[in-house]
């Protein structure tokens, strides 16, 4: 029997259009299915990458993805939602039903602690009194840009327990070249939904800091080992990408 060896997927992207273009073909081609056995959509199929790394160069050419006329796609984002996401990444509203947000880790990060007040178990929450944002900003306009801490983390230990864990867990940042770049870490990510509004809400934040730290607007680099397909979203890939998966004559995409 022959050893496997996962297969890392690498793709170089012109602006994120491309890179979500470019993710669809490469995934058809080289996605694996399996079906979910913990996380969202539970006992359903998704196809996905072993490992991904994507460049990004000019991630504010074209923000949102081109869905081409003639084509009955509906687009999975548009510039209204992604501003409106840009407000959820750098505020700590959330709702009651929300464990987190994004933008809670990010500017407004709280612990939770479960203490026994008189025979009965309540839980508070304790901030952190740090907006990793600002203080990123602060760093490299007071320290320079000779450093490899500028790093914000989304992601607690304590996440393990969560039903609904964060996605994104890392966005680390370098000043280089006389720009701004992120580097980003999802855990797993949803390509057709969650992929363009992620990218686009912080390509918006990236150019934000950007300005604010009164440098350019850099490249974005993003790593997962959980970029995927939702089966619902097979077919409207299939339709974008003019492609069909090499496992549909075997029945494993139909």
């Not at 992604?82 to 959330?94: A, E, R, V």
């Not at 607690?156 to 280089?176: E, G, H, N, Q, Y």
Request: net charge negative; charged share 25%; glycine share 10%.
């Amino acid at each position: 029997m022959n050893e496997e060896f996962l297969k890392p997927v690498s793709i170089d992207a012109f602006d994120l259009n491309d890179a979500w273009f470019q993710c669809l073909c490469e995934i058809l081609e080289k996605g694996h299915v399996y079906t979910i056995t913990r996380g969202s959509y539970e006992g359903q199929k998704r196809l996905e990458f072993d490992f991904l790394t994507l460049r990004v160069r000019k991630p504010s050419h074209q923000i949102i993805p081109v869905i081409p006329e003639g084509m009955s796609i509906p687009a999975p984002t548009d510039m209204e939602y992604i501003n409106g996401y840009l407000s959820y990444l750098l505020t700590g509203t959330k709702t009651e039903t929300e464990d987190y947000t994004y933008g809670e880790r990010l500017v407004e990060p709280k612990v939770k602690i479960r203490e026994n007040v008189g025979g009965k178990e309540m839980v508070r929450q304790m901030p952190l009194e740090v907006n990793q944002v600002e203080e990123v900003i602060k760093l490299y306009k007071e320290k320079g840009f000779g450093t490899n801490q500028a790093i914000m983390e989304i992601g607690m230990p304590s996440d393990i327990k969560l039903a609904d864990p964060p996605c994104l867990r890392l966005i680390d940042t370098r000043v280089r070249y006389g720009k701004l770049h992120f580097i980003l870490y999802f855990r797993s990510w949803d390509l057709w939904g969650g992929f363009p509004s992620n990218l686009g809400g912080l390509q918006l934040v990236k150019q934000y800091m950007a300005e604010e730290i009164g440098v350019g607007d850099g490249e974005i680099i993003a790593v997962s080992k959980g970029l995927h397909l939702y089966d619902y979203a097979w077919d409207l890939a299939k339709l974008r990408t003019n492609k069909t998966h090499p496992l549909a004559l075997k029945g494993g995409v139909s």
